[in-house]
C-alpha cells in the first residue's frame, strides 16, 4: 500500500496529465434536439420526392432508392468535410446532418416496406433487384461522394499554393 506522500504524487500526475485536456460539457437536450430539427427536414425531403415520384405498392419505388443512394452520396461528402479537414466544426454540426437531416432523408425502413410490398405483389425477381441493388447502390454512393471530396479538396488545396 503506497504511503500518503507517494499516493499524493501519483495523484498529481494524474492531475497534470489530464490537466491538458479540454474536458466536453456534458450533452444535455442540444443533441437530440438538434438530431429531432434535421431529421424533421430530412423526412420533410424525403416526402416530397415520394410525392413527386410516386408508385403503386409492388412496383418499383424509383423515389426510395433515389433517396436512399442520394443520401448516402451526401453522407459520404459530409464524413470526409467533418472528419478530414483540418478545423474542428461544431459539435451539433454531424449530429444534426448525419443523424439528423441524412438520417430523416434515407429510408431504409420504407426499402423494407418496399420489399415486403413487393413479394406480397407477386413480384418477387424484382424485390431482390431491388434488394441488392439499393444495397449496391448506397455503398457505391459513399465511397463516390467521399472520393469525389477528397479529390475537390486536393483540387482546391493545389491551386490556393499556387497562387
Request: aromatic share 6%; proline share 6%.
Amino acid at each position: 500500500m503506497p504511503r500518503p506522500r507517494e499516493r499524493l504524487a501519483a495523484d498529481s500526475g494524474v492531475a497534470e496529465a489530464t490537466a491538458g485536456r479540454r474536458r466536453r460539457p456534458k450533452a444535455g437536450l442540444d443533441v437530440p434536439l438538434v438530431i429531432a430539427a434535421g431529421g424533421a427536414l430530412g423526412a420533410v425531403a424525403r416526402y416530397g420526392i415520394a410525392l413527386w415520384v410516386p408508385h403503386v405498392p409492388g412496383a418499383f419505388p424509383w423515389a426510395t432508392i433515389a433517396a436512399n443512394v442520394s443520401g448516402c452520396l451526401v453522407i459520404g461528402v459530409l464524413m470526409v468535410l467533418l472528419t478530414e479537414l483540418g478545423g474542428r466544426p461544431h459539435r451539433l454540426v454531424r449530429p444534426f446532418l448525419g443523424v439528423g437531416v441524412l438520417g430523416g432523408f434515407t429510408t431504409f425502413s420504407t426499402y423494407t416496406v418496399d420489399i415486403h410490398q413487393m413479394l406480397q405483389a407477386g413480384a418477387p425477381h424484382t424485390a431482390l433487384v431491388y434488394l441488392f441493388a439499393t444495397l449496391a447502390a448506397a455503398l457505391v454512393a459513399v465511397e463516390v461522394g467521399m472520393a469525389t471530396t477528397r479529390l475537390a479538396v486536393r483540387s482546391a488545396a493545389r491551386k490556393g499554393s499556387d497562387r
